[in-house]
């Protein structure tokens, strides 16, 4: 069973608009969520986190939303440029744990 | 910093063999995991270590796979003997442990078992 679910394998975006990716989770224990980015041939790398304790959290381009009482999170990429173009993972986990629990991942396509 | 080293990085071996996949973690980073990516399964999470002692290996399959960290420098996953089924990305990710959920992870290993 998956605590983290992506439920949308892949998506495509315009280049310039807004890519919204999301994230439900079932595990009301988790307080800590984090999204990773990944491209082809390399590993996953941190992107963005929001702690249970704020409903958003912004650096830059990106932009995490938490709803805690939906189980749910999203993240919005804007404007899209063509280096987003990758696999997004939605990760959790609980406090004073040092486990991560991935999702499956969406692949992001930027459209030229 | 090199980060995370993982080595090799493709593996192409045949059932029955043994296989093992080495990882050196971030210097000063005293959490180190190992996961598997499948299509099918995403990214799983398969044992992670901290100060070198093993704390949650509930994600490895089966007996088959066995991990060490003999040191704070150097981890392997093996599989013995390999199946077709183990065919995989291997990554190995390490954490500071400083309070920071963020983990590091190296390049993979992508294991293709004939």
Known sequence: DQQVKQNSPSLSVQEGRISILNCDYTNSMFDYFLWYKKYPAEGPTFLISISSIKDKNEDGRFTVFLNKSAKHLSLH???????????????????????????????????? | DAGVIQSPRHEVTEMGQEVTLRCKPISGHNSLFWYRQTMMRGLELLIYFN???????SGMPEDRFSAKMPNASFSTLKIQPSEPRDSAVYFCASNPRDGSYEQYFGPGTRLTVT
Do not use: M
């Not at chain 1, 063509?82 to 396509?109: M, N, Q, W």
């Not at chain 2, 100060?51 to 290996?57: K, L, R």
């Open chain 1, 77 to 112: 990429i804007v404007p899209s440029q063509p280096g987003d173009s990758a696999v997004y993972f939605c990760a959790a986990s609980e406090d004073r744990d040092d486990k991560i629990i991935f999702g499956k991942g969406t692949r992001l396509h930027i459209l030229p």
């Open chain 2, 51 to 57: 100060n070198n002692v093993p704390i949650d290996d």
